[in-house]
Nanobody, 120 residues
Framework: QVQLVESGGGLVQAVGSLRLSCAASGSFVSIGTMGWYRQAPGKRRELVARIFSSGITDYQDSVKGRFSIFRDSAKNTVYLQMNSLKPEDTAVYYC??????????????WGQGTQVTVSS
């Protein structure tokens, strides 16, 4: 089984910074795309940023220039550096990963979510 464990959420004032981490563990061959999604109260879950195994990144327009996603493949970990935070960034942030299992089937996994609250 594969687990994604997130850390780094919390309460921060507007224009502050936070870094989220997500570490994958378990039995697998490799990890493909890793990403961060968020869900605010009453809203649908949305993609924030993702990074492909090639290193190419993709961001939601509202976070471009403020957030940065990067990964440490040796540690099976993905990070989300969030700068210039705004109250509208308040949400539960979820880590996501596409994992190649030992039977060479691919499966999608989610972390448990970490709360990010930005006060004005």
């Amino acid at each position: 089984q594969v687990q994604l464990v997130e850390s780094g959420g919390g309460l921060v004032q507007a224009v502050g910074s936070l870094r989220l981490s997500c570490a994958a563990s378990g039995s697998f061959v490799s990890i493909g795309t890793m990403g961060w999604y968020r869900q605010a109260p009453g809203k649908r879950r949305e993609l924030v940023a993702r990074i492909f195994s090639s290193g190419i990144t993709d961001y939601q327009d509202s976070v471009k220039g403020r957030f940065s996603i990067f990964r440490d493949s040796a540690k099976n970990t993905v990070y989300l550096q969030m700068n210039s935070l705004k109250p509208e960034d308040t949400a539960v942030y979820y880590c996501n990963a596409l994992v190649v299992l030992k039977n060479f089937l691919r499966n999608e996994y989610w972390g448990q979510g970490t709360q990010v609250t930005v006060s004005s």
